[in-house]
C-alpha cells in the first residue's frame, strides 16, 4: 500500500497558526501507517526564501517527522503576479525498515 496526501492552501487565505497545526495533525496521523507517504501540496508558502518565517515553520515541522522534501526553486510563473513564482511542495514519509 502506498498513501498520496494532496494538500492545497488557498491563495486568499493569509497563512495562520491554524495551518500549520491542522497539518502538524495530519502529518501525525498519516506517520503511524507502516507504507510509503507521498505528500504533494500547493502551500502558497514561500519556500524558495529560506529566511520567510512561514518557510521556516514548514520546512521545521516536515523535518519533525523525518520526512525528505524538495522544492526550494519555482515550480511553475505565477501568471497572476509576474514578479513572482509559485514553488509546488512534494514530501514523503518512508522508512523502508
Do not use: K
Not at 494538500?7 to 491554524?18: E, G, M, N, T, W
Amino acid at each position: 500500500m502506498t498513501i498520496i496526501a494532496v494538500i492545497y492552501r488557498p491563495r486568499s487565505a493569509p497563512v495562520q497558526q491554524l495551518f500549520f497545526d491542522e497539518l502538524g495533525a495530519v502529518l501525525e496521523q498519516l506517520a503511524t501507517y507502516l507504507a510509503p507517504v507521498y505528500i504533494a501540496g500547493d502551500f502558497i508558502i514561500h519556500l524558495e526564501h529560506p529566511d520567510d518565517p512561514h518557510s521556516v515553520q514548514l520546512c521545521s515541522l516536515v523535518n519533525c517527522f523525518a520526512a525528505s522534501h524538495g522544492r526550494h526553486a519555482p515550480t511553475r510563473r505565477n501568471t497572476l503576479r509576474c514578479d513572482h513564482d509559485d514553488v509546488d511542495v512534494m514530501a514523503t514519509l518512508y522508512d523502508p525498515h
